[in-house]
T-cell receptor
Framework: GAGVSQSPRYKVAKRGQDVALRCDPI?????LFWYQQALGQGPEFLTY????????KSGLPSDRFFAERPEGSVSTLKIQRTQQEDSAVYLC??????????FGQGTRLTVV | QKEVEQNSGPLSVPEGAIASLNCTYS??????FFWYRQYSGKSPELIMS????GDKEDGRFTAQLNKASQYVSLLIRDSQPSDSATYLC???????????FGTGTRLTIIP
């Protein structure tokens, strides 16, 4: 596709449930980022991949959050044992190395 | 002190006027600066990027960077109702690919 694609667009999870969010970056983009955006706030960095290597995971809020990009293309952000404070929009972005990042439409996660 | 600071607004500007959005940053190692526009319920969309001191113009948009003052701004000329959105300032620090965002300024253009 022409842009960054994320699925699902919306996810409602019961507290304690595990969720998996998918990101399909722009073809050929080496860098992939995950951000978390709470209501009324700017996006907050979670983690960064260069190809399949996770080079920075300093923004992951707890060990319940895990991200992977095994073949250097599609990435999955997994949240285990979801809590209400995990409710947010999860944004994926991709870029050519050192260039401008383009964002997907995001996944809105609501934990009830 | 937050790394990137913006006035959250709302900022109301009459249609046709100039909207001025401001951003300050704390890390002097910052090398790349971006303005993203975000409509409600949508993802951030890049409006402008600027890398060196001075002004950069693109259509109705002008980005201004002053590294000595750690200040970056966005001017929108001839504001249109379609410019009503939240504007996010983002900064990239040398040697680090990630972006650090401000909280965004909500702009409303009044017809």
């Amino acid at each position: 596709g022409a842009g960054v694609s994320q699925s699902p667009r919306y996810k409602v999870a019961k507290r304690g449930q595990d969720v998996a969010l998918r990101c399909d970056p722009i073809s050929g983009h080496v860098s992939l980022f995950w951000y978390q955006q709470a209501l009324g706030q700017g996006p907050e960095f979670l983690t960064y991949f260069q190809n399949e290597a996770q080079l920075d995971k300093s923004g992951l809020p707890s060990d319940r959050f895990f991200a992977e990009r095994p073949e250097g293309s599609v990435s999955t952000l997994k949240i285990q044992r979801t809590q209400q404070e995990d409710s947010a929009v999860y944004l994926c972005a991709s870029s050519l190395e050192g260039r401008v990042a383009f964002f997907g439409q995001g996944t809105r996660l609501t934990v009830v | 002190q937050k790394e990137v600071e913006q006035n959250s607004g709302p900022l109301s500007v009459p249609e046709g006027a100039i909207a001025s959005l401001n951003c300050t940053y704390s890390d002097r190692g910052s090398q790349s600066f971006f303005w993203y526009r975000q409509y409600s319920g949508k993802s951030p969309e890049l409006i402008m990027s600027i890398y060196s001191n001075g002004d950069k113009e693109d259509g109705r948009f002008t980005a201004q960077l002053n590294k000595a003052s750690q200040y970056v701004s966005l001017l929108i000329r001839d504001s249109q109702p379609s410019d009503s959105a939240t504007y996010l300032c983002a900064v990239n620090i040398f040697g680090n690919e990630k972006l650090t965002f401000g909280t965004g300024t909500r702009l409303t253009i009044i017809p």
